[in-house]
């Protein structure tokens, strides 16, 4: 499978973004799809996942400002964020995997190249 993301940028604080990751190749029932971020020094930190069937689960402290959904005629899982904050700044990856949960994730069949998002104060 192939992930390649899109929709990142500079937005001002309070502001809203939708990424978007598009998946291409091999596509089962069972694929998941997630969503990480890192910022330089840190650790890789999960955001959300989301399954062909419409399962979706959340880090706890990333549900109340960040959604996900799919799209699987178009193969695409979005990441809606609104009210950003400068520590929301990252590099957004979207990643993808076959199974249940999380745990399909741990680790991902394969990772997208990420995008750029910068919310300036």
């Known amino acids: 499978v192939q992930l390649v993301e899109s929709g990142g940028g500079s937005v001002q604080a309070g502001g809203s973004l939708r990424l978007s990751c598009k998946a291409s190749?091999?596509?089962?029932?069972?694929?998941?799809i997630g969503w990480f971020r890192q910022t330089p020094g840190k650790a890789r930190e999960r955001i959300s996942y989301?399954?062909?069937?419409?399962?979706?689960e959340y880090t706890d402290s990333m549900k109340d400002r960040f959604t996900i959904s799919g799209d699987n005629t178009l193969n695409t899982v979005y990441l809606q964020m609104n009210a950003l904050k400068p520590e929301d700044t990252a590099t957004y990856y979207c990643?993808?995997?076959?199974?249940?949960?999380?745990?399909?994730?741990?680790?991902?069949?394969?990772w997208g190249r990420g995008t750029q998002v910068v919310v300036s104060s």
């Open positions: 990643a993808a995997g076959y199974g249940n949960g999380f745990h399909a994730l741990q680790p991902p069949a394969a």
């Open positions: 190749g091999d596509i089962f029932d069972n694929l998941v």
């Open positions: 989301i399954s062909r069937d419409g399962n979706i």
